[in-house]
């Protein structure tokens, strides 16, 4: 109990591949998932549980609309913006998508950097992917002080059936309350990075656990997640 | 590695990680108080759980006086009446039986049966417990706020549920949905440990078919938790915002006493297929667990080995999965489309096969066994009583032909009270009567407990089964009054009230529980570390109490399952599983 090594060992056992090699790893003892760390297995598991979460805001979205007894505003008129004297249909969402997905791709830089002990490239590519989390944050701000001053009110709306504003408050505020948190955190790794954390495998201030690299890929399993559930509040609420 | 090369009851792989980091209080509030170690967590659990179990007991007396003895206590009114059915449910299923099991049991079993020095992050585990504390202390609250708790019942259905006229409209409904969203969010940071400790964090040697059934059990019901728990989060977060923004997710137009309502064009049903995507997996979040305790009781008290260990096994994964699409045999006459009722009807009764399954196997573990009658024993039996009891008259619920109308009768209350309260509070008992004594290291007493187990036992059959019959008359559940109701003979009030007696009866029973609880701490017999001769890992720790870090300076290593025992030619009636098999003692050496 004295020595203390972390949770997570890099290829320690030597894997099978294929289907045989999933049978294997779950007929055997110590660990279902070889080579995973904990931190990185808890992660997965708390992200199918918020799958449901979001599946279920999504149907109940969906049921809504289908027994709503007004019309449903049509999206791309409502998110449509004014820009140089032209109408154009859902341009912000659209900006705040390749936003949001282009931090996807600094952040799976910011693991590969981070794997390879690059200190300084890994937290300027988290404080980007935050940077752009943020941004997306703001435009989403933006979006809906401009529906507000529309009318849009979660509960009525001058355009049609009022589950419209209810809907999109709800949804769209539980998602950005997942991107600010993942802002936050992705700060605080960045931090983590920049201090050398990691490297010297300092305790965490709550928890106490030894910093590693693999934290990075933890972080950026939520962050793509988060990504994820947006490209589905896109298509259903956004396109359809 | 090639794994098969070796035989696996004399070889286990080498460590594949090293040992966890822990984080050893030093001070009294750092172990008793914030502790991070598992087993602390536990009881502050259990007794919490117990704690707002009791005040669940008292509401349901409350109930039990109106409905035996109407007109005769004028301190409970219509109000406080739907508010002790609603307060009374919601505890029991969630604040007690959820909590108890994962919280309790699967706290302190989960690491020291796989052979593990705590959960894998202590620290969000002890977060879980005090957010868990927080959400039953909302609730609480709710009795001391204006207007008192909600009465909408355990199920929240809306309209009713938020509308002026339903008791604790305007505070009690807030409190309850969020101190339901905190519990949720408090479960899944213990549930994701259980889970995690169990895939990732096993000892050398415990392959997942070598788990004790208990760990299948609890694990099966945390997984359940975790995928069902979000329907409730998110219908709590719509109905909150229905009544305090204004929404209508949920709530259509409606005129109420004389008022046109704010509301427009929601939908009701929602909430129920919502809720009860939650609230069927719930009742296997409760019943898992209590399958698998059942199952090693069994075992360990007939010194014989669980009738098909792997049926059993997977019986619990298809009860899993297949509580997952069951849900609307909640709603045969919620107006749904009548389709529906086929299809769930046709999941329902396949669920029966696993269950049916899993009875058959604990009755033939029975079977030619070296039966103990001690306490958990009995109650492990009672369990199947009450088990058996309650399937069966699910088959009459689960076709919607008989169902429909014994929809909202007491034959339902009947029902889930046999199957879901009975039968998992059996398992509770047992257990406790099982573990207390590597809890504290002292037996509880025999005679207080074979006294308790008695009185519970016939007590509740006391209860339950006239209240089938109630319910075949057409005596409605929910009702403060019956009145004056041509089709219920005036003989079913004098059953109501032998209902009540008993009721009453079985209530103060459990204080006799209670009382040895306390009094074998101080007074009972020691127990030593193994007073069962039982062969799983918590059981063959160094201490007992099992110190922080479990199993002292090393690991144990499991070479066999945990069902070894009256192995013939072995010299002892069992054999612990960290037990190689060249060190079983075998003087008759008969081979």
Excluded: C
């Amino acid at each position: 109990m004295t020595q203390a090594t972390p949770t997570h060992t890099a290829a320690s056992v030597p894997l099978v591949d294929g289907v045989q090699g999933i049978v294997a790893d779950w007929s055997s003892d110590q660990r279902a998932f070889k080579n995973v760390p904990w931190g990185k297995a808890m992660m997965w598991i708390f992200l199918l549980s918020d799958t449901f979460i979001f599946s279920s805001f999504l149907i109940s979205y969906m049921t809504v609309r289908m027994s709503a007894v007004e019309p449903w505003p049509n999206a791309s008129e409502v998110f449509a913006l004014t820009l140089f004297g032209k109408s154009i249909p859902l341009i912000l969402i659209a900006i705040m998508t390749f936003v949001l997905i282009s931090s996807s791709g600094t952040m799976a830089m910011a693991v590969k950097f981070g794997y390879e002990k690059n200190r300084k490239m890994t937290f300027i590519l988290l404080l980007l992917t935050a940077a752009l989390g943020a941004t997306f944050v703001g435009m989403q701000a933006f979006e809906w002080t401009k529906l507000i001053h529309e009318g849009v009110r979660p509960w009525g709306n001058p355009m049609g059936a009022a589950q419209f504003g209810s809907a999109f408050f709800m949804i769209t505020g539980f998602h950005g309350t997942h991107v600010s948190i993942g802002v936050i955190f992705l700060i605080i790794v960045a931090i983590k990075v920049y201090r050398g954390d990691l490297d010297n495998e300092r305790p965490g201030f709550l928890t106490g656990r030894k910093g590693n690299y693999e934290m990075v890929e933890t972080m950026g399993l939520y962050w793509h997640f988060v990504d994820l559930v947006w490209v589905f509040i896109f298509a259903v609420f956004y396109l359809w | 590695m090639d794994y098969a090369a070796h035989d696996a009851s004399t070889f286990a792989p080498p460590a594949e990680v090293g040992e966890m980091e822990l984080y050893h209080a030093k001070t009294f509030i750092g172990k008793y108080i914030w502790s991070q170690d598992a087993k602390v967590i536990a009881i502050q659990y259990a007794i919490t759980a117990i704690g707002i179990g009791l005040v669940a007991l008292v509401l349901s007396w409350m109930m039990r006086l109106q409905l035996g003895f109407p007109d005769t206590f004028n301190f409970i009114d219509p109000s406080n009446y739907l508010q002790s059915v609603t307060l009374h449910g919601m505890i029991m299923v969630i604040y007690l039986l959820t909590a108890l099991f994962l919280g309790g049991f699967g706290n302190y079993l989960i690491p020291l049966m796989v052979g593990a020095r705590d959960m894998v992050f202590p620290y969000v585990n002890m977060v879980s417990y005090w957010v868990y504390l927080a959400a039953v202390l909302l609730l609480v609250a709710s009795f001391f706020v204006p207007g008192g708790p909600t009465g909408a019942g355990w199920t929240l259905y809306p309209p009713q549920a938020i509308l002026q006229g339903t008791p604790g409209a305007t505070w009690g409904i807030i409190l309850m949905l969020v101190s339901l969203a905190l519990f949720i969010i408090g479960f899944t940071m213990g549930g994701l440990n259980y889970v995690v400790t169990v895939l990732q964090a096993r000892t050398r040697g415990m392959t997942l078919m070598r788990m004790p059934l208990t760990i299948w059990g609890i694990f099966m019901a945390t997984v359940l938790a975790l995928l069902a728990f979000p329907a409730l989060f998110v219908s709590a977060i719509m109905m909150l915002f229905d009544l305090l923004l204004g929404t209508s997710f949920f709530m259509p137009a409606l005129v109420s006493m004389g008022q046109q309502g704010e509301h427009t064009g929601g939908n009701p049903i929602l909430f129920q297929h919502l809720f009860w995507f939650f609230g069927h997996p719930e009742v296997y979040i409760v019943a898992l667990p209590a399958f698998g305790i059942v199952s090693d009781l069994l075992s360990v008290h007939a010194r014989k080995n669980i009738f098909g260990y792997r049926m059993m096994v997977w019986a619990i994964v298809a009860i899993g999965g297949l509580s997952f699409v069951v849900w609307a045999h909640h709603m045969y006459v919620s107006g749904m489309n009548p389709y529906f009722g086929f299809f769930f009807a046709t999941t329902t009764l396949i669920i029966a096969i696993p269950t049916a399954l899993k009875v058959y196997n604990w009755v033939l573990t029975l079977w030619h066994g070296n039966i103990h009658l001690t306490v958990p024993m009995l109650f492990a039996i009672g369990f199947i009583f009450a088990f058996i009891h309650g399937g069966l008259t699910g088959l009459f619920l689960g076709n919607v032909t008989v169902s429909v109308p014994l929809s909202d009768t007491m034959f339902v209350v009947a029902h889930f009270h046999m199957v879901m309260a009975v039968a998992p509070i059996m398992v509770v008992f047992g257990a406790i009567y099982h573990w207390y004594p590597k809890i504290t290291g002292r037996m509880l007493d025999d005679a207080m407990g074979k006294f308790h187990f008695w009185a519970t036992f016939l007590g509740t059959y006391a209860i339950y089964l006239p209240m089938h019959y109630l319910g075949f008359l057409g005596v409605p559940r929910r009702y403060f009054a019956v009145g004056g109701t041509d089709f219920i003979p005036e003989s079913a009030q004098s059953l109501n009230a032998g209902i009540t007696i008993a009721a009453l009866i079985v209530g103060a029973v459990q204080m006799v529980f209670l009382y040895n609880l306390v009094w074998s701490y101080f007074k009972g017999k020691p127990s030593g570390g193994n007073p069962w001769n039982a062969t799983t890992l918590e059981w063959q720790t160094p201490d007992t109490p099992p110190t922080h870090g479990n199993f002292g300076p090393t690991l144990p290593v499991v070479y066999r399952w945990a069902y070894d025992y009256s192995v013939p030619g072995a010299d002892q009636d069992f054999i612990p599983q960290n037990v190689p098999a060249g060190e079983v003692a075998r003087s008759g050496s008969k081979s």
